[in-house]
């Protein structure tokens, strides 16, 4: 899967809910990790999501799978929208 910071899961629909690339860093093996955000409507606060595979960083894996597993959602690679 190919995700930047600033690349946004968008599930559409009623409700429909958005999850944005904050950041990413990769370690010498090429391995990335990214974080999330979200905010509800209206947007007033935005906050970074809780890994819910980990319990001790928000930090999530970049895997080829595509299946991003946050706490309400579960968003699909082909869900990932680039600028």
Not at 32 to 57: C, W
Not at 66 to 82: A, M, R, S, V, W
Request: no cysteine.
């Amino acid at each position: 899967m190919q995700m930047q910071p600033g690349d946004v899961l968008i599930r559409g629909g009623f409700p429909g809910h958005a999850a944005t690339v904050m950041d990413m860093a990769i370690n010498q093996n090429g391995e990335k990790i990214y974080l999330l955000s979200q905010g509800y409507m209206p947007a007033q606060d935005i906050h970074i999501l809780k890994n819910p595979t980990n319990n001790i960083s928000p930090w999530y894996r970049l895997t080829e799978q595509g299946n991003i597993q946050t706490p309400e959602y579960t968003f699909y690679d082909h869900e990932l929208k680039g600028w």
